[in-house]
């Protein structure tokens, strides 16, 4: 059972554009939402992460969107760059130092 | 300098055989994970662990082992490998409690093929 679900599987924007990322979970005490992003043949590096208490939280031009009730999440990415082409994950946690259950990614490419 | 080593980078196993994963890390953190990716699966949990104690284990399978020597190190035993365990491995690890606690950061990973 996924437990965690991202869509689209893949996105391709221009440069300049917004794109969005969806999520959504099943579990209710899940509690933490990171997104990593992954480059080809790296490690996943967390980009930014949001709490239930907040429904949006900016850095830059990563912007998360949190809907609670609908137990949904988004991540805006505004002005895409050809360097913000990777893997994205949205990943859940119930508490600290728990496991992340992470989505099936999203594969973003930015063409020029 | 890296901060979370993992050790081989690459490693290539005949099936039935058994390989060590070594993970260090130097970020004084307290809680270690493993995490496997393939491509038939995405980032999946494995265990994770506090001050050296297993707090969590989702593995069904009793053939991965994780060890904890130091409190700063979190290997992954593998025994009887087999084709299917061919993955990249990732551990990674989390602070104590405090403002960041609950990020986790990833090593390099280490990329086995089981033949």
């Known amino acids: 059972q996924q437990q965690v679900r991202q869509s689209p599987q893949s996105l391709t924007v221009w440069e300049g554009e917004t794109a969005i990322l969806n999520c959504s979970y099943e579990d209710s005490t899940f509690d933490y939402f990171p997104w990593y992003w992954q480059f080809p043949r790296e490690s996943p590096a967390l980009l930014i992460a949001?709490?239930?208490?907040?429904n949006k939280k900016e850095d830059g031009r990563f912007t998360i969107f949190f809907n609670k009730r609908e137990k949904k999440l988004s991540l805006h990415i505004t002005d895409s760059q050809p360097g913000d082409s990777a893997t994205y994950f949205c990943a859940a946690s119930p508490s600290s130092g728990q496991k992340l259950v992470f989505g099936q990614g999203t594969i973003l490419k930015v063409y020029l | 300098d890296p901060k979370i080593i993992q050790k081989p980078k690459y490693l290539v196993a005949v099936t039935g055989s058994e390989k060590i994963l070594i993970c260090e890390q130097y970020?004084?953190?307290?809680?270690m994970y493993w995490y496997r990716q393939s491509a038939k699966k995405p980032l999946e949990f494995m265990f994770s662990y506090s001050y050296q104690k297993l707090m969590d284990n989702q593995t069904a399978s009793s053939r991965f082992q994780p060890q904890s020597s130091k409190k700063n190190h979190l290997d992954l035993q593998i025994t009887a490998l087999k084709p299917d365990d061919s993955a990249t491995y990732f551990c990674?690890?989390?602070?104590?409690?405090?403002?960041?606690?609950?990020?986790?950061?990833f090593g390099p990973g280490t990329r086995l093929l089981v033949l």
């Open positions: 990674a690890s989390s602070p104590p409690w405090g403002v960041n606690q609950d990020t986790q950061y």
């Open positions: 949001i709490r239930p208490v907040s």
């Open positions: 970020l004084g953190h307290n809680a």
